[in-house]
């Protein structure tokens, strides 16, 4: 399998080279040549085997540079023991055709750490690939859960460090203190005066600075990226989709072949991008139905066919969603134009320079085929939290319950799968206001309290009140590559 740029398909590279360079040297992001697909019979046994099989399986197609040896090591490194269920992404029924599926049994209790937990295992065997001696310094920005879930797979990882940047103010507070806290001798926890957005303009144009570049490559230090862009961490995603499926198979909710949707909690759009991978992988999904909060670019998106980011920002109570530029929707445009790379490109140019671009007309009406979107306010957000816990005794987070309630709205006799992105622990003062209507000041009291009412709490969190802060740097988005700059000369 080789990839190409979705900005110059003339490009063909090894999945080792895509891990290492991150982004494509003209701005592109990398996707697979075409999509390897799994027939029915294939997508059955899958229901017989554990997860880290069927993640071989469907892994194995795509880093064909990898011998299987390499790869199984990779899953073993990444699945065997970090995950606190050997399901590692368990499926739970919430009635009859609607289900679950939890996908923050990691380390860091949110999905993220499905990818960033193998990513690591892929670069550090892709550098030996390449050839590359040189240390790969990882740059993250993070909307609040990518930077605890990178930096919790790159700690002390020889041959690489970690620079993580998150907006001042906009991440909870459990979230940043899992940050600040991070221990390692290879890592770098930044504050950036702004938002989100702001943070990842800063990170992508230290990538693009030819002079930062330049002052790294003198002490052999190479940059790459763990955001949800680098296809290392998108491919990992696809083969929880067929997880699902499998476990439905298994299950017997459903029979060989049948349809079913997807419903994701959506920012970057790289989570639900993966779902249409398996689709087109021959995974039988029906819909895929993004769910987004405020900041509802995205429903406006699927529904109008006008990307406009030229509009308020809200911070809202699922800070990972807060998001007007998604990345990942570049490579939908590709395979949506017939990999046109000059359509995309002249987008993203009309992206970049107006802050919008609109989709031709038959381009957006083919969308709606596949694709479903809607949002939920803060309101009701909390609503369906207090939904969930009342009907089902089930605790969700923020980020979920978006998802909850735009599925909630939905008309369909189709067996659906929910994907639940956070453990309700990183929020735990808004889901506890949202259950009792009100919490203490406190994250941690409110996480007893959540305790209190049976929902069981992760280690993690209760490891986390006691442990120092260790990263305390704020700097400007215009003074982002400085501190990199100033601390690598410190620290490597
Ligand atoms: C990152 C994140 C999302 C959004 O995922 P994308 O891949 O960026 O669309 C949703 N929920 C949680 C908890 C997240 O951390």
Same mark, same amino acid.
């Given at each position: ?9 003339s ?27 799994? #027939? ?13 099989e069927?993640?071989?399986r ?6 064909t ?16 023991t970090a ?34 937990q ?16 040189d ?7 993070? #909307? ?24 001042n103010?906009g991440?909870s ?12 001798k ?5 504050? +950036?005066?702004?938002n ?8 992508k144009e230290?990538?693009? #600075?030819?002079d ?22 998108? +491919?990992p995603?696809?083969?929880?989709y067929?997880?699902?499926? %499998?476990?439905l ?6 029979a ?24 087109r ?17 995205l ?6 066919? +006008?990307?406009?980011?030229n509009r %308020? ?27 046109d790379d ?9 992206l970049?320079?107006?802050g ?13 085929e596949?694709?479903e ?8 957000t ?12 089930y ?21 659906t799968?929910?994907l639940?992105?956070?453990s309700?622990?990183k ?18 009291a ?27 740097t ?19």
């Amino acid at each position: 399998m080789n990839y190409t740029s979705t900005r110059n398909a003339s490009l063909r590279f090894s999945s080792s080279h895509c891990f290492v360079q991150g982004i494509s040297e003209e701005g592109g992001l990398f996707v697979p040549e075409s999509f390897p697909v799994f #027939s029915e019979r294939e997508i059955a046994a899958l229901a017989d085997v554990p997860y880290s099989e069927r993640a071989f399986r469907l892994l194995s197609r795509y880093l064909t540079d990898f011998s299987a040896k390499e790869l199984r090591s990779c899953i073993a490194g990444a699945y065997g023991t970090a995950f606190d269920t050997p399901a590692v992404c368990p499926l739970r029924k919430l009635d009859g055709k609607t289900f679950v599926m939890e996908l923050y049994h990691g380390p860091t209790l949110a999905f993220k750490d499905v990818a960033l937990q193998i990513l690591p295992h892929f670069l550090r065997i892709a550098k030996q690939k390449e050839g590359v001696s040189d240390t790969i310094l990882i740059l993250v920005a993070t #909307s609040g859960d990518t930077g605890k879930a990178a930096l919790e797979g790159f700690a002390d990882v020889d041959g690489m460090a970690i620079a993580v940047f998150f907006p001042n103010q906009g991440v909870s507070r459990m979230q940043q203190l899992q940050m600040t806290t991070q221990e390692g001798k290879n890592v770098f926890v930044c504050a +950036v005066n702004g938002n989100f957005d702001d943070t990842q303009t800063g990170v992508k144009e230290i990538f693009t #600075s030819p002079d930062v570049r330049a002052k790294l490559q003198e002490k052999h230090i190479r940059l790459s990226s763990a955001n949800s862009i680098n296809w290392g961490r998108l +491919v990992p995603q696809i083969v929880y989709y067929f997880s699902a499926y %499998a476990d439905l198979l298994r299950e017997n909710e459903i029979a060989s072949g049948q349809p079913v949707d997807f419903v994701v909690p959506t920012g970057n759009f790289g989570d639900i991008l993966a779902g249409y991978y398996a689709k087109r992988m021959g995974l039988p999904i029906r819909k895929l139905v993004c769910a987004s909060n405020k900041n509802r670019v995205l429903t406006d998106f699927f529904e109008t066919g +006008v990307y406009d980011a030229n509009r %308020a920002f809200f911070k809202t109570a699922s800070p990972s969603m807060d998001i007007l530029i998604s990345s990942n929707l570049e490579r939908l445009l590709f395979e949506l134009s017939g990999r046109d790379d000059a359509f995309v490109s002249d987008l993203m140019r009309q992206l970049k320079e107006t802050g919008q671009y609109r989709l031709p007309d038959v381009m957006h009406r083919a969308l709606t085929e596949t694709w479903e979107a809607g949002c939920a306010d803060e309101a009701q957000t909390a609503r369906a939290i207090r939904d969930a816990f009342d009907r089902f005794g089930y605790c969700i987070d923020t980020h979920t319950a978006v998802g909850y309630a735009v599925q909630a709205r939905r008309a369909s006799d189709v067996p659906t799968v929910l994907l639940s992105t956070a453990s309700p622990y990183k929020f735990p003062r808004a889901v506890l206001s949202a259950v009792e209507g009100t919490a203490p000041e406190d994250e941690f009291a409110a996480a007893d309290r959540l305790a209190q009412l049976g929902v069981p709490m992760p280690d993690a969190i209760a490891n986390l009140h006691d442990k120092a802060i260790r990263h305390k740097t704020v700097c400007e988005k215009a003074t982002m590559a400085q501190a990199v700059l100033s601390w690598e000369g410190e620290t490597l």
